[in-house]
């Protein structure tokens, strides 16, 4: 039952998400720097994670290059309306989707290793060879994806946006 409940919580907060990302959303500089700011910390302490594990480096570097290609194309569809309360942007949906979509897609793969994982009677080769999948690159790559598109995409929103507040005076 409490799985039950735990999903459901997920998807609530995935679809208020996925139908944030649909529509314009209200330009709040504070809250840009706010997201870019801890973006750029989760990137961080990652990456000084990563010096112990070398061979993820190159994984690591192919998620930032992979993120800003995304902010690439995510601003070159960015779109601001300006209301009577302020400035709202947008971007193309199929970005925004795909970014999440290898988000939620890497974090559902994970749960699924970390409940096999979690079997009783296990010995003690046998977790410590199911661990080594905790190692894998390919989540360090999808995260540093999803950082580096948002910390690139919401640096252009920021920086257009006040251009558009400058309009609006």
Same mark, same amino acid.
């Given at each position: 039952?409490q799985?039950?409940?735990?999903?459901?919580?997920?998807?609530? &907060?995935?679809?208020?998400?996925?139908?944030?990302?649909?529509?314009?959303?209200? /330009?709040?500089?504070?809250?840009?720097?706010?997201?870019?700011?801890?973006? $750029?910390i989760? +990137?961080? !302490? &990652?990456?000084?994670?990563?010096?112990? =594990?070398?061979?993820?480096?190159? =994984?690591?570097?192919?998620?930032?290059?992979?993120?800003?290609?995304?902010?690439?194309?995510?601003t070159?569809? $960015?779109?601001f309306? *300006?209301?009577?309360?302020?400035? =709202? /942007?947008?971007?193309?949906?199929?970005?925004?989707?795909?970014? +999440?979509?290898?988000?939620?897609?890497?974090?559902?793969?994970?749960?699924f290793? !970390?409940?096999?994982? !979690?079997?009783?009677?296990?010995?003690?080769?046998?977790?410590?060879?199911?661990?080594?999948?905790?190692?894998?690159?390919?989540?360090?790559?999808?995260?540093?994806?999803?950082?580096? =598109?948002?910390?690139?995409?919401?640096?252009?929103? !920021?920086?257009?946006?006040? *251009?558009?507040?400058?309009?609006?005076?």
């Amino acid at each position: 039952m409490q799985a039950i409940i735990g999903i459901i919580l997920v998807l609530l &907060i995935i679809a208020r998400r996925v139908k944030k990302s649909i529509g314009f959303q209200k /330009f709040n500089q504070t809250t840009l720097i706010i997201r870019m700011v801890s973006f $750029a910390i989760i +990137m961080l !302490l &990652i990456l000084s994670a990563s010096i112990m =594990y070398p061979e993820t480096i190159f =994984y690591n570097g192919v998620g930032i290059i992979a993120g800003l290609v995304l902010a690439y194309i995510a601003t070159n569809q $960015a779109q601001f309306e *300006k209301r009577e309360d302020g400035v =709202y /942007f947008k971007t193309h949906v199929w970005v925004e989707l795909t970014v +999440m979509g290898l988000f939620l897609a890497r974090i559902a793969y994970r749960a699924f290793v !970390l409940k096999d994982m !979690l079997q009783p009677n296990q010995s003690n080769e046998e977790i410590h060879e199911k661990t080594k999948i905790l190692r894998d690159p390919l989540t360090g790559s999808v995260l540093f994806t999803f950082c580096t =598109y948002y910390i690139g995409y919401f640096s252009f929103i !920021l920086r257009e946006g006040k *251009k558009e507040l400058k309009k609006e005076i």
